[in-house]
C-alpha cells in the first residue's frame, strides 16, 4: 500500500523555521522524483520545491529561493523540506508529491501557519 505522510507543520511567528518531512512506503522511493507543493484556501495548488530521484537537479519557486531548501534521504525514504525565514504569505497545506514516468502519488498535507 503506497503511503506518503506529511508532517511537521505547525505555527510559527514570522521570521522563524521549521522543518516538513514526508515518509514514504510502498513503492521505491529512490525511483521517484519528489516535490513539494502549497495550497491556500480559493486558489490552486502551486509548486514549491522539487528534486530529481538522486538530488541531481533541484529547482525552486522564486518566492522561496534563498529561503527554502528541499532535501532527500533515500536510505530513510524521507523527503525534507527546511524552510526559513518564513513569511505570513508563506501560509498555507504543504504537501508532497511523488512522480515516475507513469504514477503520481500525494500525501495528505500538513498545516504551516506563519502569524505573530
Known amino acids: 500500500q503506497v503511503q506518503l505522510v506529511d508532517s511537521g507543520g505547525g505555527l510559527v511567528q514570522p521570521g522563524g523555521s521549521l522543518r516538513l518531512s514526508c515518509t514514504a512506503s510502498?513503492?521505491?522511493?529512490?525511483?521517484?522524483?519528489m516535490s513539494w507543493h502549497r495550497q491556500t484556501p480559493g486558489k490552486e495548488r502551486e509548486l514549491v520545491a522539487r528534486?530529481?530521484?538522486?538530488?541531481?537537479?533541484?529547482s525552486y519557486a522564486d518566492s522561496v529561493k534563498g529561503r527554502f531548501t528541499i532535501s532527500r534521504d533515500n536510505a530513510k525514504n524521507t523527503l525534507y523540506l527546511q524552510m526559513n525565514s518564513l513569511k505570513p504569505e508563506d501560509t498555507a497545506v504543504y504537501y508532497c508529491?511523488?512522480?515516475?514516468?507513469?504514477?503520481?502519488?500525494w500525501g495528505q498535507g500538513t498545516q504551516v501557519t506563519v502569524s505573530s
Open positions: 508529491r511523488a512522480d515516475s514516468f507513469f504514477q503520481s502519488y
Open positions: 510502498g513503492f521505491t522511493f529512490s525511483s521517484y522524483a
Open positions: 528534486i530529481t530521484n538522486t538530488a541531481y537537479y533541484i
